[in-house]
């Protein structure tokens, strides 16, 4: 991936990706969070583990910041962009739609 593909990752991940990594932490520990997505084979959801690796990007320093990050990063950003998209209708504050979303660091409950 050259710079430039870098800094547009770089810049549509911090758009997408709007929880504070202490943010983050607290809310994968809650069981809301734990209560949903798709589990693995150690039961853990894949928003879950995502949710680890987020915190983990946005404390690396920009400069140090690895392919596998960015590519992880990548995915980050479709995932929020595609269910975004996908949202219910009524209440969404307690529904497992913003459940998944905040496991990928995305509360969509935050005005933009």
């Given amino acids: 991936m ?20 202490k943010e ?3 809310w994968l520990d809650t069981e ?11 039961g853990e959801s894949t928003g879950h583990a995502s949710g680890r690796r987020i915190v983990e990007i946005k404390r690396t320093n920009k400069a140090d910041l690895t392919d596998s990050q960015y590519e992880h990063m990548q995915k980050v950003i479709g ?12 209440d969404v504050e307690d529904s497992d739609w913003r459940y998944s979303l905040m496991n990928w660091g995305h509360d969509p409950m935050k005005s933009d």
């Fill in 2 to 21: 050259d710079d430039e593909k870098k800094q547009e990752v770089y810049e549509d991940f911090q758009e997408a990706v709007n929880m504070a990594p």
């Fill in 24 to 26: 983050l932490e607290n």
């Fill in 32 to 42: 809301e969070s734990k209560s949903v997505g798709q589990k693995d084979g150690g």
């Fill in 79 to 90: 995932y929020v962009h595609r269910h975004k998209a996908q949202g219910p209708d009524g």
